[in-house]
């Protein structure tokens, strides 16, 4: 992956300065640059470069979740080293794929391909770092989703995802796979039962993005049974705080939407929206300073929520003590050591992604919950609110297979204007 990574950085920094050659020579204006998309290194095979790029990325995009999804099953016990070589396999044909997306198949701005560059080179510094796969194949696909339809990528993932775990779940029913089940909570093949709630919550959000506009109540009873599920099987509170959030936004946005009193959101709730990113993070390292303060009137309440919440407050109190924090990351060497795990997503990207990149997320973030809740996108809103609420106790967020709904930060990655931050073209 750092090979690959170091050829997309160089990949994306010749093409931007091949694009600048017509205004070097005075046969574009700066202004036209700046605002007017074209594809990279030249405007040769027009027709079928932009189709042949959505071909690349769907076609990635499946192949990643089966890997991901199957390469890091209790399967992988039964002959890791053979596992591990198919999943190089899989991840040098996802690499080659996204290449020819990101540097073939679309069309930038001088202002989007600034803007993406400057965030990209940032993240790639950073997983040099950190050696942290997950983030790195997250920024790959976020940067490749420019221009693909959001709702076939989600069926993408749905019609490759549901059947590749009900292969590894069917072999742990059957125990033909190790049982990494533990105190009666199931791990369905997976190697955490966590790992399973987390990827069931990917195929919710995902179905949930399908429907965005068209919200059920039959939708919404899925949600519910997701959340019974998630407490009696692989009974994890954190899957079953967020699908608890979940549930009711999206009742409320359903009793308002029968009403005929949904409306886009206004500037100013918009806003209030996106304050509950800086209260999760808040919250994330405020109450594990508290945990140590045992003279405080709330050390009694905080040492009740870690228990409720498997120790994850003291492992984020015991890792304010451990680490250093790094302006660009750094490999967090009691976390490999699954000595000092970091659930938390907002002090895990501190320590191992670095302030920089946390700051920079959150922003993403947040102006992603804002510019949705301006479109009256109320259920991909519900969806981030959510995720929100699952990244303090988890960091699966930042693994595509869980999280989904990151493809939708594509719009403030490329600073697009605001009608093309749900694309759904007619390939769909």
């Known amino acids: 992956m750092f090979e690959f990574a170091n050829f997309l950085?160089?990949?994306?920094?010749?093409?931007?300065?091949?694009?600048?050659?017509?205004?070097?020579?005075?046969k574009q204006s700066i202004r036209a640059w700046w605002s007017d998309e074209a594809l990279l290194l030249g405007n040769w095979g027009i027709a079928y470069r932009e189709k042949l790029g959505r071909i690349c990325?769907?076609?990635?995009?499946?192949?990643?979740?089966?890997?991901?999804?199957f390469c890091y099953s209790a399967v992988k016990s039964l002959a890791p080293e053979l596992m591990d070589s198919f999943l190089d396999i899989l991840s040098n044909g996802i690499a080659v794929l996204l290449a020819v997306k990101i540097l073939l198949g679309t069309r930038y701005a001088g202002q989007s391909l600034l803007v993406s560059g400057i965030l990209y080179f940032i993240a790639r510094w950073v997983h040099f770092n950190a050696h942290y796969i997950w983030w790195i194949w997250l920024v790959f696909f976020i940067l490749a989703s420019k221009d693909v339809s959001i709702t076939l990528s989600m069926k993408i993932l749905l019609a490759t995802g549901i059947p590749t775990f009900l292969l590894f779940s069917i072999l742990w029913a059957f125990r033909c796979i190790p049982d990494y089940s533990s105190n009666g909570r199931m791990?369905?093949?997976?190697?955490?039962?966590?790992?399973?709630?987390?990827?069931?919550?990917?195929?919710?959000?995902?179905?949930?993005?399908?429907k965005r506009s068209r919200l059920s109540w039959g939708d919404i009873a899925v949600t519910g049974i997701y959340m019974v599920f998630c407490e009696i099987f692989p009974h994890s509170r954190t899957a079953f705080g967020a699908a608890a959030v979940l549930l009711v936004l999206l009742l409320i946005v359903?009793?308002?939407?029968?009403?005929?009193?949904l409306r886009p959101a206004g500037r100013l709730f918009a806003c209030s929206l996106t304050a509950c990113v800086p209260l999760t993070c808040f919250l994330s390292f405020w109450l594990p300073m508290l945990f140590n303060d045992t003279a405080s009137s709330l050390?009694?309440?905080v040492v009740k929520l870690n228990d409720t919440l498997t120790g994850r407050i003291c492992l984020t109190a015991l890792s304010m003590d451990y680490y250093p924090i790094k302006i660009a990351g750094q490999m967090l060497d009691r976390m490999q050591a699954n000595d000092l795990y970091l659930d938390n997503v907002y002090a895990y990207m501190l320590y191992a992604l670095g302030p920089v990149m946390l700051f920079l997320s959150c922003c993403l973030v947040m102006y992603a919950i804002y510019r949705y809740a301006r479109m009256g996108q109320w259920v991909v809103t519900c969806c981030f609110?959510?995720?929100?609420?699952?990244?303090?106790?988890?960091?699966?967020v930042l693994r595509l297979q869980v999280a989904p709904l990151n493809l939708l930060l594509v719009g403030a990655v490329f600073a697009l204007p605001a009608k093309r931050w749900l694309p759904d073209t007619q390939d769909s």
């Open 254 to 261: 359903k009793l308002l939407e029968s009403r005929n009193r």
């Open 187 to 210: 791990a369905f093949g997976t190697v955490h039962p966590n790992v399973a709630s987390g990827i069931l919550l990917g195929f919710l959000l995902a179905w949930l993005i399908i």
């Open 9 to 26: 950085l160089l990949g994306l920094f010749a093409a931007g300065s091949i694009s600048l050659l017509p205004v070097v020579s005075r």
């Open 57 to 69: 990325f769907y076609a990635a995009l499946g192949l990643y979740e089966f890997a991901m999804l």
């Open 299 to 301: 050390n009694p309440f």
């Open 385 to 396: 609110i959510a995720m929100v609420a699952y990244s303090f106790a988890e960091n699966q």
